[in-house]
């Protein structure tokens, strides 16, 4: 099986959205199988975290979950053009996979949603690849042959898949983009871990 991690944070539910519909995609793949991770809150204090369980939702992220993927979906709500704090505080502890490049040479993409239309989405986006490329990792995001992208009024980038959530609900194109970008991202993984293994 290649499996793919969908890594996010989501505070009121709108990046876990997209979480889903992106495994929907990953889904849809043969062989392929989504993993959905999040990551706990970040007491604006000091540097402790939630309890080690959450109430609901998806489990909380190890390192060794993101150690053993094929493939990797990035995604947080936009915080002034930058993943927000719980997850970044869990990336900057990646720091052991970065020495021994046990994410190098895997495909990665990443995901955010915001709460006004020109919240800072591409942005976001951008500075959520940096981290991906210093591990080594191979950047998927969606092409401009997907229809969805010349058609969505709302989210939805070249760089990967993203969210107006303050219209009403996800929206169709976003939907068509999250799972294909899915797709595109297991498919990738797929043929990536079958040439290594061959």
């Not at 540097?47 to 990797?72: F, H, K, N, Q, V």
């Not at 991906?132 to 992208?149: D, F, K, N, R, Y």
């Amino acid at each position: 099986m290649t499996e793919i991690l969908i890594l996010y944070y989501s505070r009121w539910g709108a990046t876990s959205e997209l979480a889903n519909l992106i495994a929907r995609g990953v889904e849809e793949v043969e062989g392929a199988v989504a993993k959905l991770r999040t990551v706990p809150e970040v007491s604006p204090v000091c540097a402790a975290t939630e309890d080690s369980i959450p109430d609901s939702g998806a489990p909380y992220a190890s390192l060794e979950d993101l150690r053993d993927c094929d493939g990797l979906a990035l995604g947080s709500p936009t915080h002034f053009g930058n993943m927000a704090a719980p997850l970044k505080y869990f990336i900057d502890s990646t720091s052991s996979l970065w020495f021994s490049g046990a994410l190098s040479g895997k495909p990665a993409g990443v995901f955010t949603s915001t709460s006004s239309l020109h919240g800072g989405q591409e942005a976001t986006l951008i500075t959520m690849l940096l981290p991906l490329l210093h591990h080594g990792m191979i950047l998927v995001g969606i092409p401009s042959s997907e229809t969805a992208l010349s058609k969505t009024q709302s989210g939805g980038t070249p760089y990967g898949p993203s969210r107006h959530s303050g219209k009403d609900g996800v929206s169709e194109e976003e939907r068509q983009l999250c799972r294909a970008f899915g797709a595109r991202l297991a498919r990738t993984a797929r043929a990536l871990k079958q040439d290594r293994a061959g």
